[in-house]
């Protein structure tokens, strides 16, 4: 398989993760985030939504989105439960992620690594909207091990991505213990490996 | 079960229209989307989004998200494929749309309806946005019937609900003959019910 990636996105890194964890190889090409002038010329015909990750199965076919990828490759797998209103309940937390999370929180980050100026309101509507989604995931995570079933799931690996270098954002993490104690979790789980790594 | 619901909600309508579509009854109680005040009320300990929809089941557990809440209802019905590969194309498909398309064209509507007054480049942002989704579905839907599996899917339940009324959010949809066709497809379906249906 060939992975279009991306060693900064958190997106690509959710796949990465998952794949070692999983033990599954793929081939990788490097995809310029800043740059994204090449964008149709490599992503077209592949993925509508011309980002990535990307992804291309060994037989051609292709997928996109990082959490429909994990779903995919999760699926059969002790990261994704059988049950049905579990696996709901994983959906519900990535799309949360897509929504509500990576728009504040991943953009922030993304801006501060780019060294894109932008003005103090959308700075602060970003601090705004990514301090809800924190909020969110603390008051759940509180009573809690892991977002669904008790369990390390695809949901958890979503979440992860973004919420463990949002300070690089701008976001504090200490007002959210429960977080914090998760991340660690996370961070535990066989197999795991930090965005950084090969 | 309970569907806490906005009329207006193209997330909502979603919902609707599948429930309609499999013969689901669900009760609603109608939640403003323009004051926002009263949601940790309403939807604290529901939702940590504290958005619309949010469905709580008969035994009292809760989904929300819209697109997981699909997931779950469509599951084992003809609205959501079997095949493992397809099913990830359903969630490419409605991560797509929140991501990529309701951010642009469901906001740009909200904000005509509301009649909240946005500065031209935030105007000019959300339809450069918007316009990249149409023409990515456009591409995609020239050679197609129907987004996935060439059948009727949850993810032309996701798509359609705010491309429809994307006219209502200045979008003029003229330049996109396989969308218009695709919108007249969708209307067709048996059960199809539009979104000021009761």
Redesign the interface.
Known sequence: MLLYNAPVSGNCYKVRLLFAQLGIDCERREVDVFDRSDRPELLGGLN????VPTLVLDDG?T???????L??FG?GTEYLPRD??E???V??W???E???H??YIAVARFWELAGIHQSDTELEAKQKGGHAALQ??D??LMEREFLVGERYTIADIALFAYTHVAPEGGFTLEPYPAIKSWLTRVAAQPGHIGINSD
């Open positions: 509508p939504a011309l980002r076919r997928l996109a989105e990082s959490d429909a990828i779903f995919y699926d049905r209103f696996r709901a309940q959906l519900q990535m799309f949360f897509q929504y509500s990576e728009p969110a995931m008051e759940h």
